[in-house]
């Protein structure tokens, strides 16, 4: 590249709010030590999980497995291109242990891969247990891989801004909200955490997100995040360097449309590779613009980039707030997999108009959602429904799909 992406000055910050961690070795091993299931099981007892984790535990056990579908319909899914499933929207342990009851209930619904949760990470659920019983469920129980949010625009203590200012040097523009919170502010449209989720990262608001992010995953394990801007994006990628169980999943709302702006994320990777060569980018969603061509395009350049171990995903489903009302890429999907290319199918949605299948639910306060986890759990819930649908008819087509541990 032609210019650095980070100054000494940036990069002088992030490596020092690295080292207040106690370094990236340190921050791989609190990882994953917060990653065992009997700690996690301990915890989570002491903070009032326990019932639920046992209730989720037994229904687990009712899951449908793989090997009962391709038996029953005598499938040979041997083509190249391999569909990898994924569902939005497991707001939290409330609303994750509703929708598992009801996986269970159903029979033969094949649980997805991967779980992406858009909660953000206020004080309540990354140290209530909130957070760290959707990650038992999901990861110890369900085996699927746990997507996490951080939003620039989550409310926090006052006093760790301050700390934030401290080690970095660095000022951060935010508001006192009283009872000793404060919040970064956002200038641009969007809802209360700003910008859909967090885009817009001004200044060097990107070290709040690697501060959330941190924090997150050193108490409860979380190793997977969800990464919604350029800034941030490029920080991970420098920060992450030498954590090798910490990566991350670029939202589509970074709009990548294009194999112009697929190449700049290319290029980002290339200046902050890993010593193994692979990036902290372990997948990128495609824009909902982007024709098939475009999609099987990135694919190609991504395979000739020589990076590995990244997965490009598109959402088949969406939900009208975010874009255009009866979206469907399930044919464009089909497209993707028949020129041999792998992709993961999102869902956003299941298609239908159902109460809380919007945007709104994403950013409900923690008590409003867990009052409401029955019908959120219920959206979910048809998502995965819709899923498991183009997801049997991608093996019935003959193409290899795949879902989480407790499927097999």
């Not at 910050?13 to 207040?20: C, F, G, N, R, V």
């Not at 996986?103 to 209530?128: D, K, Q």
């Amino acid at each position: 590249m032609h210019f650095k992406l980070f100054s000494h000055r940036d990069c002088k910050a992030m490596d020092a709010l690295l080292e207040s961690y106690g370094g990236a070795k340190e921050i791989a091993r609190q990882i994953k030590a917060r990653r065992d299931f009997a700690t996690r099981r301990r915890i989570l007892a002491e903070k009032g999980f326990g019932e639920m984790l046992e209730h989720a535990e037994k229904h687990t056990a009712d899951f449908a497995r793989v090997a009962d579908f391709v038996n029953a319909n005598k499938i040979k899914a041997d083509k190249p291109g391999v569909a990898t499933t994924q569902v939005s929207g497991f707001q939290g342990a409330y609303v994750t242990a509703a929708c598992i009851r009801r996986v269970a209930e159903n029979g033969e619904l094949l649980f997805p891969r991967e779980m992406i949760s858009v909660v953000a990470l206020t004080e309540n659920y990354v140290y209530s247990g909130d957070l760290l019983a959707t990650l038992a469920m999901a990861e110890n129980l369900i085996g699927a891989k746990f997507c996490t949010t951080n939003l620039i625009g989550t409310p926090l203590p006052e006093d760790r801004f301050a700390r934030l200012e401290k080690v970095t040097g660095e000022k951060f523009d935010r508001r006192d909200l009283g009872d000793g919170f404060s919040q970064v502010i956002l200038k641009n449209m969007g809802t209360a955490f700003g910008n859909l989720g967090g885009v817009e990262v001004a200044d060097c608001n990107y070290l709040v997100y690697l501060d959330g992010v941190t924090r997150a995953a050193t108490t409860n394990g979380a190793d997977f995040f969800l990464n919604p801007s350029w800034p941030t994006i490029a920080a991970t990628c420098y920060y992450a360097r030498e954590i090798p169980n910490l990566q991350f999943k670029i939202s589509m709302l970074l709009s990548t449309q294009s194999p112009m702006q697929f190449r700049m994320l290319l290029n980002i990777f290339k200046e902050f590779l890993r010593d193994d060569g692979t990036t902290p980018i372990y997948e990128i969603n495609i824009g909902n613009g982007a024709s098939p061509e475009t999609f099987i395009q990135c694919s190609e350049e991504l395979e000739a980039s020589g990076i590995p171990g990244v997965s490009l995903a598109a959402h088949l489903r969406i939900n009208p707030d975010l874009g255009i009302a009866g979206f469907d890429w399930t044919d464009n999907a089909f497209k993707v997999l028949d020129a041999g290319r792998d992709i993961t199918i999102k869902y956003e949605s299941d298609g239908t108009a159902r109460p809380y299948d919007t945007m709104e639910a994403y950013f409900l306060p923690d008590e409003e959602r867990t009052a409401k986890a029955e019908l959120i759990g219920d959206v979910i819930y048809h998502k995965c429904v819709r899923c498991d649908l183009d997801a049997k008819e991608v093996m019935r087509r003959g193409h290899p799909a795949t879902f989480a541990r407790i499927a097999y």
